[in-house]
C-alpha cells in the first residue's frame, strides 16, 4: 500500500514537499514514481527513482524544479518541489512497481496511492 501526504495550498513561487510511505513487499526492490492530474487533464508523469541505484527521470516541466529521492530505512520517498507555478495544481499519486526500471508510462506501474491535492495559488 501507498499512502501519500503533504499536500496543501501555497503561493506561486513557494515549496512543498510531498511524501509517500509505503507497506508490504520489499520496499528497496521497488522503483517508485509521482504521476498528477489536474481538473480536466489527462493524468501525466512527474518523476520516479529506480530501485537499486537512486536514478531518478523527471518530466521536463519540472526539470530543475522538482527532486524525487528515497528513504529506503524509513520506506518512503519524497517529491521536493520547488517554485511551483499555478499549472502545477493537481492531485499527485505516488506509484510503484517491482524492479529497477523505471518509465514515464502510467501503464508500467501497478501499484497506486490514493493522491494528494496540492493547489498553487497566483
Known amino acids: 500500500q501507498l499512502q501519500a501526504s503533504g499536500g496543501g495550498l501555497v503561493q506561486a513561487g513557494g515549496s512543498l514537499r510531498l511524501s509517500c510511505a509505503a507497506s508490504g513487499g520489499t520496499f528497496s526492490s521497488y522503483s517508485m514514481g509521482w504521476f498528477r492530474q489536474a481538473p480536466g487533464k489527462e493524468r501525466e508523469f512527474v518523476a520516479a527513482?529506480?530501485?537499486?541505484?537512486?536514478?531518478?527521470l523527471y518530466a521536463d516541466y519540472v526539470k530543475g524544479r522538482f527532486t524525487i529521492s528515497r528513504d529506503n530505512a524509513k520506506n518512503t520517498i519524497y517529491l521536493q518541489m520547488n517554485s511551483l507555478k499555478p499549472e502545477d495544481t493537481a492531485v499527485y499519486y505516488c506509484?510503484?512497481?517491482?524492479?529497477?526500471?523505471?518509465?514515464?508510462?502510467?501503464?508500467?506501474?501497478?501499484?497506486w496511492g490514493q493522491g494528494t491535492l496540492v493547489t498553487v495559488s497566483s
Open positions: 527513482i529506480r530501485s537499486s541505484t537512486g536514478w531518478a
Open positions: 506509484v510503484s512497481r517491482w524492479g529497477t526500471a523505471i518509465s514515464d508510462n502510467r501503464q508500467a506501474y501497478n501499484h
